[in-house]
């Protein structure tokens, strides 16, 4: 029978019109070549069936779309008599990938990524795509500091058309910053400016902070940080003039070279105000931080201008422009500056949108927002809104915009985008500290329960001296005025007897309460609340004679009904890491008539954070104060669980856990007072060859401290002082605090624990 092939298909698909072959009706249709693709997939490609008429266009069309499945390499069309003969030749398929010598990453996790791109196992092999795939690996390890890796790619032959992929990787080591020079730096020392580097080269920290290897996003942020150091300091006409960065032959060590004109050092000789002002010169002025005969500091020029436009924002001018230009005496080496205010057009908030919140509800996020819609846009308003919407924490992202409403001109919405984040969560971790030893503690809570920004928890905490198991339950607005309403379920054994600083006794308490909050403005709080609550107390021969004769005297088991109030004010920028602000706390608790015993106890505490660049660029001081009064009322003494204590890492560092104060005659047990009064005062500085890292900081502190009995009169030459250096590091393990304090003016009878340490976060 005779065949006839057709040739020349593939490169004339969109060309001649020339037939190759007489067109005949299809009477049969074979498939031949294929080895694991099913016959049936091929004829579900096929655009000619049997009873079609196979002309030119047709066969052309059949290649065309077989060779657009990517299953073949190869298509040819055959014709014996009235049968069309399809001859194929597959692709092979990937039968596995594989690595080899891969260990700055995971296999794993590479797999993946390539099975994302199509390079996967049982996948059809390209070639193109194991090229891609080739130079992608090379490029992750480029950013990983590898610039010596090299990969070597093998593909396999196997049978049944398959192939196997290999990589072979051969790493080497990581290039290491060796030198960072920074030339032309004359008025300002080198070290002085490297300081404000991110990069750097190599010490005992970089393992964990990486900043040894080269980054040109950190050098891009290292540079801006130079520029701002040189203008912040008066230089006007600083300028980088170029930077290199090279990289040895062994492709090991990477040098780095900033080239610099420093300029002259120019003051301010005046500063002036032009444009529309709107409001009142002399407020305005008050705005301007930046006084003539100052050194020029373009920190104090771009806050100067940023106070003015929040200002105009807050008067509903949103788009105001506020823009400063100098003029430079070089030969006196003087600017003046003239402010020059465009105000624009005054503005409000046509509409309030709210996205994004697919498990919250629309009131959870409003009844937030400080901006009103159809009112005058304030830009104060706006900024409180966003913080107050971050400040939930069920958000992992919350932006603020203020587009303008197309076709007018004084009017814009304000849209709030928030991207949410699982808010329910279960957590065990563990801890330890030098006084409480292990502390295993575990926590279920969900803090956006149902979408509604109510809040259920159980927790668990654990150690040989506390144990606390406790459900609460919180509705931030219990109305719709913010006042919020919660309530606690709760019990709390104490187990001193294991502590050779404070008198044995055990405790067990099981109690509830209701509580209420009511804020009265944007930073202060109220609180209120009232519980109840059952106490049995055991104590042994071994326990102080003051706490058996309480026990006598009153009984082992007690009930206490308990009326709190507080008031909050905190301003601290970060809980983690705070650099700045303050908070005040004032609370005070009575044991109500209507249970068995009769006390009261009130507390106060201050706090600030000062940001301060003495001695170290990027430091804050940090001053706590603390004072305590508790006493017993008609005819009842203060219970001796409810005493104050003082001495450790939480108050007076240097001196043993909870030592100091009064102590038994026979046991030398510390037994605690009705006063206290504790005060710190930290220098705290990021650790030398970190940067800017945040997350280890070093300290320097003098405490001072003391805890009174009832009737004894209160002296500030009873108070105790410690120094010494502090360590706190945010590890991956949880927060870290290490201290080591000596005491200035110990008594004989204190008890003294210079290195003091605490693991994880205690409850």
């Known amino acids: 029978m005779k065949k006839n092939l057709i040739a020349g298909l593939v490169a004339t698909l969109f060309a001649s019109t020339a037939s190759a072959f007489e067109p005949f009706v299809v009477k049969d249709i074979r498939v031949e070549g294929i080895q694991r693709t099913e016959a049936g997939t091929v004829f579900s490609y096929l655009p000619v069936k049997v009873g079609d008429t196979l ?14 499945t990517g299953f073949f390499k190869d298509v040819r069309l055959e014709i014996e008599g009235n049968v ?30 390539l099975k994302e791109v199509g390079l996967a196992e049982s996948r059809i092999f390209d070639r193109a795509m194991v090229d891609k795939a080739e130079q992608e690996l090379k490029r992750q390890y480029l950013t990983r500091g590898y610039y010596a890796a090299n990969i070597k790619t093998t593909v396999t032959p196997l049978e049944r058309n398959r192939v196997g992929i290999n990589f072979n990787v051969e790493e080497g080591e990581i290039a290491k910053i060796n030198q960072i020079s920074i030339i032309g730096a004359q008025a300002i020392a080198e070290k002085e400016l490297l300081d404000n580097f991110e990069l750097r080269t190599p010490n005992w920290l970089t393992w964990y902070t990486k900043n040894d290897q080269y980054s040109k996003q950190k050098l891009s942020g290292d540079l801006e940080n130079l520029r701002s150091y040189y203008l912040n300091r008066g230089y006007l006409e600083f300028n980088i003039d170029s930077t290199q960065v090279s990289i040895t032959p062994d492709k090991l060590d990477i040098y780095i070279t900033i080239n610099i004109s420093e300029g002259e050092k120019f003051t301010v000789s005046s500063v002036k105000l032009a444009g529309d002002l709107l409001l009142p010169e002399g407020e305005i002025t008050k705005l301007v931080i930046l006084r003539p005969g100052e050194t020029f500091s373009r920190e104090k020029l771009t806050e100067t201008t940023k106070l003015i436009s929040e200002r105009l924002g807050n008067e509903g001018y949103a788009f105001a422009n506020v823009n400063a230009a100098p003029e430079l005496d070089k030969n006196k080496h003087e600017a003046a500056f003239t402010i020059f205010v465009d105000p624009g057009r005054r503005v ?88 409480e030893k292990l502390v295993l503690s575990a926590s279920v809570q969900q803090q956006n329960l149902f979408g509604s920004g109510k809040t259920v928890g159980v927790q668990l905490n654990t150690s040989r001296i506390n144990k606390i198991y406790s459900f609460s339950y919180t509705d931030p607005y219990y ?9 606690d379920v709760y019990q709390r054994n104490t187990d001193t007897s294991t502590l050779t600083t404070v008198g044995a006794y055990r405790s067990n308490t099981v109690g509830g309460g ?20 059952s106490t049995k107390l055991t104590v042994d021969s071994f326990s102080p004679v003051r706490y058996q004769d309480y026990v006598n005297q ?28 303050y908070s005040n706390r004032l609370v005070g608790s009575i044991a109500l008539p209507g249970g068995s015993l009769r006390y009261y106890q009130a507390t106060y505490q201050h706090q600030h954070f000062i940001p301060t660049s003495f001695l170290w660029r990027g430091s804050t001081l940090m001053l706590n104060g603390e004072v305590g009064y508790a006493n017993g009322y008609s005819g009842r003494q203060l219970p001796f669980f409810k005493s104050f204590y003082a001495g450790g890492i939480g108050s007076v560092r240097g001196y043993d856990t909870s030592s100091l104060g009064p102590q038994d005659p026979l046991t030398t047990e510390s037994l605690g007072g009705n006063r206290r009064i504790v005060g710190n005062a930290e220098y705290l500085f990021p650790l030398p060859g970190s940067g800017m890292d945040k997350s280890v900081r070093l300290g320097a502190f003098v405490d001072g401290g003391q805890v009174w009995a009832q009737g004894t009169k209160m002296s500030l030459g009873d108070l105790r002082y410690s120094t010494g250096l502090s360590l706190s590091w945010s590890s991956p393990m949880g927060p870290l605090k290490f201290s080591f304090a000596n005491p200035i003016n110990k008594k004989p009878e204190d008890r003294i624990q210079r290195l003091q340490f605490q693991m994880g976060t205690m409850f």
Do not use: C
């Open 55 to 68: 002309n030119d266009d047709k066969a052309s069309q059949t290649i065309k779309t077989l060779f657009l």
């Open 479 to 487: 109305t719709i005025d913010g006042i919020s309403r919660g309530f």
């Open 84 to 113: 069309l003969v399809v001859v194929l030749e597959e692709r092979p398929v990937i039968s596995a990938v594989d690595f080899v010598g891969m260990k700055a990453f995971e296999k794993d996790q590479i797999i993946k990524g």
């Open 514 to 533: 209701v509580r209420f909050g009511l804020p009265i403005a944007e930073d202060d709080y109220i609180s209120a609340g009232l519980s109840v609550d």
């Open 348 to 435: 409000y908030v046509r509409q309030v949108n709210v996205t994004g919140n697919t498990r919250s509800r629309d009131e959870v996020v409003r009844r937030e927002l400080r901006q009103i819609e159809s009112s005058w846009y304030d830009g104060d308003s706006i900024n409180k809104s966003r913080t107050r919407v971050d400040r939930l924490g069920y958000f992992e992202d919350v932006t603020v915009e203020t587009p303008a409403v197309p076709g007018v001109t004084d009017q814009v919405d304000l849209n709030v985008s928030v991207k949410e984040k699982p808010t329910g969560n279960i957590m065990m971790g563990a801890g330890f500290s030098s006084a």
């Open 554 to 581: 009153f009984g082992s088991a007690n009930t206490t009904l308990l009326g709190t109030a507080g008031w909050i004010k905190e301003t601290i920028d970060s809980r983690l890491y705070p650099t700045k602000g």
